[in-house]
């Protein structure tokens, strides 16, 4: 069974910035659909970004031209770049890849 595993997330304040990473255990190379995802209290789970297996890159409007997605397939490795966080940024973030599921999730919370 291929395991996700998130890291970088953390306590930072408003203004600034967050590298989150996804590892996976198995390869990512063929699978079109990976992404991020995220989860505020009360709040239902939602996209935040997504790529696709050619590179092509869709994001949630909330975080278009802050947030940026990667991937490496070779390395069976997905990015997430946060930059200009917000409070309204607060979440336990996901990665998905299409066919292995969720990783466990990182939280991510932005306070002064």
């Known amino acids: 069974q291929v395991q996700l595993v998130e890291s970088g997330g953390g306590l930072v304040q408003p203004g600034g910035s967050l590298r989150l990473s996804c590892a996976a255990s198995?390869?990512?190379?063929?699978?079109?659909?990976v992404g991020w995802f995220r989860q505020a209290p009360g709040k239902e789970r939602e996209l935040v970004a997504r790529i696709t297996s050619s590179g092509s890159t869709n994001y949630a409007g909330s975080v278009k031209g802050r947030f940026t997605i990667s991937r490496d397939n070779a390395k069976n490795t997905m990015d997430l770049q946060m930059n200009s966080l917000k409070p309204e940024d607060t979440a336990v973030y996901y990665c998905?890849?299409?066919?292995?599921?969720w990783g466990q999730g990182t939280q991510v919370t932005v306070s002064s």
């Open positions: 998905y890849v299409e066919g292995y599921g």
């Open positions: 198995g390869s990512i190379f063929s699978i079109n659909f």
